[in-house]
């Protein structure tokens, strides 16, 4: 099994910029498509990206579409979520998972993660 630590998330402006970082430990990260998902208060956990498991394919919702940027770095067992021109929408606690899956589902399920962390919060003020 894998364990997952999200952090990078905090109070940022309207505009500005995080990058989350996804750290994995007990199974190299490499073994596992890798996803994140955000909730927002009073919302169900929706999808955000993923990427393949030597980062040779990505998927976005399309709310975050040239926005955000998943990205993972196999030798530090860690993955990335580049979050650009964030608005107040984008305030949620984001999670990291991970899929023992070898492919990309258009739309990634809640339910068809293996593994999951804790979440970091990102709040954005208007």
């Known amino acids: 099994q894998v364990q997952l630590v999200e952090s990078g998330g905090g109070l940022v402006q309207a505009g500005g910029s995080l990058r989350l970082s996804c750290a994995a430990s007990?199974?190299?990260?490499?073994?596992?498509?890798m996803h994140w998902f955000r909730q927002a208060p009073g919302k169900e956990r929706e999808f955000v990206a993923a990427?393949?498991?030597?980062?040779?394919?990505?998927n976005y919702a399309d709310s975050v579409k040239g926005r955000f940027t998943i990205s993972r770095d196999n030798t530090k067992n860690t993955v990335y979520l580049q979050i650009n021109t964030l608005k107040p929408e984008d305030t949620a606690v984001y999670y990291c998972?991970?899929?023992?899956?070898?492919?990309?589902?258009?739309?990634?399920?809640?339910?068809?993660?293996?593994?999951w962390g804790e979440g970091t919060l990102v709040t954005v003020s208007s």
């Open positions: 990427i393949t498991r030597r980062g040779g394919r990505t």
């Open positions: 998972a991970a899929d023992t899956r070898v492919y990309l589902p258009p739309s990634p399920r809640v339910s068809d993660m293996n593994y």
């Open positions: 007990g199974r190299t990260v490499s073994s596992y498509t």
